[in-house]
């Protein structure tokens, strides 16, 4: 399998509060896996351990690409596309500048995908708008191309479908089938039936 991810009695508090308790489940490529739990169950918490960006109380999580062992948190990050709702953007800066300063960041030299991206997310005309000027929709179209900016393996999704329109909805579901085509995987938390209804399997939190 070119994809493996594999968690393991995975636990996570914050002060006196266990926000995951003992949570194992594993997915590989061409899956989609969804998280799905009542308001604070903690599914955010989850997606951002597995993305290497908390860490976990105790547990362990194992992530296999291409029979390379990418469980360190750097190698996860370096394989893995994370949107959430609170990822902020530079205000003053233009669509494409904001994702050209995160494809700097991450080494990358990426002018002619960010192009490509941005059309493909529906912003092509707003790239040169700053965003502070995007809505909230707009906004969560650029959250969706900045997490396939790298061509992850692993593509993370919180709250993918918030604030988008229609057309925005068709463009995220045309993602995530894609990225899922290509034998890679994708983690979706959410309460949104019609997300819910793309998993291949479900981990239920809270329950």
Known sequence: MPVALAVDSLTKRYGSRRIVKSLSFGAGGGEILVIAGPNGSGKSTVLRMIAGLVRPGSGSIALTVDN????????????????????????????????????????????????????????????DDPVGIYSSGM??????????????????????????????????????????????LVVVATNDAV??????????LGA
């Open 68 to 127: 390379r062992d990418c469980s360190a948190p750097a190698d996860r990050r370096r394989e893995v596309g994370f949107a959430s709702p609170d990822i902020a953007f530079y205000p003053e800066l233009t669509g494409a500048e904001n994702l050209e300063f995160f494809a700097t960041v991450r080494g990358l030299d990426a002018a002619r995908e960010i192009a490509a991206l941005l059309e493909r997310v529906g912003l092509g005309t707003r790239r």
């Open 139 to 184: 906004r969560q179209r650029l959250r969706l191309a900045l997490a396939v900016l790298h061509a992850p393996r692993v593509l993370l999704l919180d709250e993918p479908g918030l604030a988008l329109d229609a057309s925005g909805g068709s463009v995220l579901a045309e993602m995530v089938t894609e990225h899922r085509s290509r034998g890679n």
């Open 195 to 204: 997300e819910a209804a793309w998993g291949d399997r479900t981990v239920v």
